[in-house]
């Protein structure tokens, strides 16, 4: 097999020109399969469905990745999101399907944890959590934990969600996409990328392509049985036949998240 580059799905690395490019979509995938589909293998999707799906920004409201509200104060995301980047610098906006109306909530972030192991999200540990400076009134979701390893069985379908990139370096969607993907065999996995580790990735892919998670998605989740098992990672390209998405394997580092998520109580703004 060739050698490949492998791809991140965030687009952090053009947040210099956010104020040259207008803020649009991006995309990623559905629940219910659609006979319309719209975006690598998606539909159109809402936060009155998916409460707790929220998206990233820079000051000037260029959307670079997104995340998923776990806590009222409490957003997990992708350390590649996050890495290099301050509190002050990101907002987080929930409860907004459009992302050029101004539907929803914006909030500031107080804090930012990466995973103390994290070098690069080929590597592994590719996980954040970002610290609210205010309570959202939206829907949470569950994180996976460690007894949930029947949630990674092979084949199981899994939700993804986001507003990135509708094609493979093509244009963002406007609107929150979602889609479903089965998850694949670690040895699949394997095949299609030397770099796989099954500790720290998850992976989830029709093995022709077609529908997958894109550049903006990064930080968004993939959601079985009901909870966070996931997190939009990397992969080669978006929707290739023989590469499937990775994702951080959330069960992985559970314990270490819901640390984080024992500190919302005494992180919580005053008041609140």
Same mark, same amino acid.
Request: hydrophobic share 40%.
């Given at each position: 097999? +060739? ?12 947040? #210099?020109? #956010? ?25 159109? +999707? ?11 920004? !820079? ?48 909030? !500031? ?25 205010? !309570? ?37 969607? =406007? *609107? ?19 770099? *796989? ?11 022709? &392509? ?19 098992? &996931? ?15 990775? *994702?951080? =394997?959330?069960?992985? *580092?559970?314990?270490?998240? !819901? ?6 109580? +005494?992180?919580?703004?005053? &008041?609140?």
């Amino acid at each position: 097999m +060739a050698v490949t580059l492998p791809c991140l799905r965030s687009l952090v690395g053009v947040l #210099a020109l #956010a104020a040259l490019v207008p803020t649009a979509g991006i995309s990623a995938a559905a629940e219910q399969p659609s006979a319309h589909p719209s975006v690598v293998g998606g539909t159109q +999707a809402s936060t009155s469905t998916y409460p707790f799906m929220v998206f990233l920004t !820079n000051t000037t409201g260029f959307q670079f990745c997104g995340g998923t509200l776990v806590k009222p104060n409490k957003v997990v995301t992708a350390a590649h999101c996050t890495i290099n980047q301050t509190a002050a610098g990101i907002r987080v906006v929930a409860g907004r399907d459009d992302k050029q109306s101004t539907a929803g909530i914006v909030a !500031n972030v107080s804090k930012i944890w990466i995973h103390p192991s994290y070098t690069d999200a080929t590597v592994g540990s590719d996980v954040s959590v970002l610290t609210l400076s205010t !309570n959202l009134n939206f829907g949470t979701l569950p994180v996976a934990a460690s007894t949930d390893t029947a949630l990674y069985a092979e084949g199981t379908n899994t939700l993804i969600l986001g507003w990135g990139d509708t094609t493979e370096g093509g244009a963002a969607s =406007r *609107y929150l996409l979602q889609a479903m993907v089965p998850l694949t065999s670690d040895a699949t996995c394997k095949t299609a990328y030397s770099q *796989y580790n099954a500790s720290a990735m998850v992976c989830a892919g029709y093995p022709q &392509g077609g529908t997958d998670t894109c550049q903006g998605d990064s930080g968004g989740p993939l959601i079985a049985g009901g909870k966070l098992i &996931g997190i939009t990672s990397w992969g080669q390209g978006c929707a290739e036949a023989g590469f499937p998405g990775i *994702y951080t =394997r959330v069960i992985t *580092y559970s314990s270490l998240i !819901n640390q984080q998520l024992a500190a919302a109580q +005494a992180d919580a703004p005053a &008041g609140s």
